[in-house]
């Protein structure tokens, strides 16, 4: 697959497909703009080498309609700073007048244009929008990893249409870690899997039970499991129709020699509250009408254990409620008990990545992934879409 760095740049129109679905607060203040540093390494690269840059993204789901407060224009504001150079803002992404401006522009020029997604066409992947966009480029960058799971037209249709493409450094970056991780990964291998659901991980889980020496799991779908040796679990989360699945999942683990970790104690409530009366107790003693909210301090030093000798990690998944004060600090001591180790680590993002980047543990990690569902995907052992078409 070529990179941005296989093409000649020179004075060309380089159009980038990055990923700036990022947070903002009431006041349109960006809350966390990684995924506009991790686009960094990208532009300047092409500014380097005399590029024309034009960039396309999408921010939030305002399902094809114009919705000011979704407007792209703070994430150009934000990059400006960063690179330390102009950005200009254009009002829409497609139409003749963004087509007659992007006549116009010079090599060292940076240009965003507005929310792909106020126009239906991006994520109904069609061909005549993405033809538009097309238009643009005389080389086509997909460095959106966040979306990459995703068949849009910005990077999947758009593929009909230009001829120079490749995919940006981060995006090659992404995807180099997982590969090293579930095709060559420094044994022990251990998987931390977490987060609410046993569901949405199902296929993760299965797909690492093949690859790792062990596996750790907290969080809400803890509790499938801890039912599927026996144990009540309360109010916890539960997914009844998956107990049996989980079940099998633990004696193919233990047929295959990976070893699986569960939490032995948890931290229960009534409600998901900051002011709740919590307790710890051991998983076999969960009462009815409680729920379990987070790992207890016995299981956080199981799993501190279990990773001691790791030499590549992946984590996926929260141990708990981590938003919820009182059932933080499992959560927590996992970022603490990764950020420790001597050890290639791998941070899913979503979720994960806000616990690490909050108890500022980012610089202990290998690499934190900008996107939850796209390396979920990997995880899962399957190839995505927008890359797969990319090669095509
Ligand atoms: P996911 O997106 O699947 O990684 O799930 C993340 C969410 O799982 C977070 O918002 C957590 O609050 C939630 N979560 C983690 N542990 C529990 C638990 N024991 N009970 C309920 N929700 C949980």
């Not at 004075?11 to 980038?16: A, Q, W």
């Not at 399902?63 to 102009?86: H, I, T, Y």
């Not at 750790?216 to 040796?229: P, Q, V, Y």
């Amino acid at each position: 697959m070529r990179t941005i760095r296989d093409f000649d740049l020179d004075k060309k129109r380089v159009l980038c497909r990055f990923d700036y679905n990022v947070p903002l607060d009431e006041n349109l203040d960006i809350v966390d703009d990684r995924r506009i540093r991790a686009s960094i390494p990208t532009i300047s690269y092409a500014l380097d080498h005399g590029a024309i840059i034009i960039i396309i993204s999408h921010l939030g789901r305002p399902k094809g309609a114009v919705v000011p407060r979704l407007s792209l224009a703070p994430v150009a504001n934000r990059l400006s700073e960063l690179l330390g150079r102009e950005v200009t803002m254009l009002p829409d992404c497609v139409g003749e007048d963004v087509g007659l401006f992007i006549e116009t522009l010079k090599p060292g020029s940076v240009t965003m244009l507005e929310n792909l997604r106020f126009h239906r066409e991006e994520t109904n992947n069609e061909d005549d929008f993405a033809r538009e966009l097309a238009g643009y480029a005389d080389v086509y960058i997909n460095d959106a990893f966040g979306n990459a799971h995703r068949s849009h037209a910005s990077n999947v249709a758009i593929l009909r249409h230009v001829k120079e493409r490749g995919i940006g450094l981060l995006v090659e970056k992404e995807l180099n870690y997982f590969e090293t991780v579930l095709k060559n990964p420094a044994r022990p291998f251990v998987a931390v899997v977490g987060g609410a659901k046993v569901s949405d991980k199902l296929g993760a889980i299965e797909n690492l039970v093949g690859r790792v020496d062990k596996m750790i799991i907290g969080g809400g779908m803890a509790f499938t499991f801890l039912k599927a040796m026996g144990h009540e679990v309360g109010n916890s989360l539960l997914e009844e129709d998956l107990v049996e699945l989980a079940r099998r999942g633990i004696a193919s683990a233990r047929e295959r020699g990976v070893k699986m970790y569960f939490p032995v104690d948890c931290v229960i409530a009534q409600a998901i509250d900051h002011a709740a009366v919590t307790k710890i107790v051991p998983v076999q003693e969960i009462p009815k009408g409680w729920m379990g909210l987070d790992i207890g301090p016995a299981t956080s030093l199981l799993f501190k254990s279990a990773l001691s000798d790791a030499k590549t990690v992946v984590w996926n998944g929260p141990m708990g409620v981590f938003e919820v004060d009182p059932f933080s600090r499992g959560t927590y001591a996992m970022v603490n008990a990764i950020a420790d180790l001597h050890a290639l680590t791998i941070i899913g993002g979503g979720d994960t990545d806000v616990a690490v980047h909050h108890a500022g543990k980012t610089e202990s990690m290998t690499f934190i992934s900008t996107g939850g569902g796209a390396s979920l995907w990997l995880l899962e052992g399957k190839r995505l879409p927008s890359i797969v078409a990319l090669e095509d």
